[in-house]
């Protein structure tokens, strides 16, 4: 478990359980990244990258490194010329899918109605604002 994990399960109560899952699931590219691995169960690096649209180099390995130590991907690493190395689901990250899932599905949700939001015409959008100040 990462360090910064560790003081959030350590200090927070039961009451803070939402805020946990976001420290552990939350950044650039962990829910994609779980979900790639349940679609396809093992992947190598440069296959990951692919599939996410080519992060850095860095802020992949960030992520990956940051999801094994808090226990959710398996890296086995393969003694050859050139190195191979893939990724796979630990029992602990296939329990997070239906949450990524979840999460997927909101965002979808959010992301259409706020692209309404956006295409109304400004005209209604000032006449709201106006009803409102009233």
């Not at 939350?26 to 093992?42: F, N, R, T």
């Not at 180099?57 to 191979?84: C, F, N, S």
Request: net charge neutral.
């Amino acid at each position: 478990m990462r360090e910064k994990t560790e003081r959030i399960v350590r200090g927070w109560g039961d009451a803070c359980d939402a805020e946990i899952s976001v420290a552990v699931l939350g950044g650039a590219w962990k829910p994609s990244i779980l979900s790639l691995l349940d679609e396809h169960e093992v992947l190598r690096f440069g296959e990951l990258g692919r599939l996410l649209g080519e992060p850095t180099a860095r802020v992949l390995t960030r992520q990956l490194r940051e999801l094994e130590d808090d226990g959710l991907i398996v890296r086995m690493v393969y003694r050859q010329v050139p190195p191979k190395v893939e990724y796979r689901l630990s029992d602990l990250g296939r329990g997070s899918i239906p949450l990524v899932e979840a999460l997927t599905n909101w965002g979808g949700r959010y992301a259409a109605h706020q692209r309404r939001e956006l295409a109304r015409p400004a005209a209604e959008v000032e006449h709201l604002d106006a009803a409102v100040a009233r």
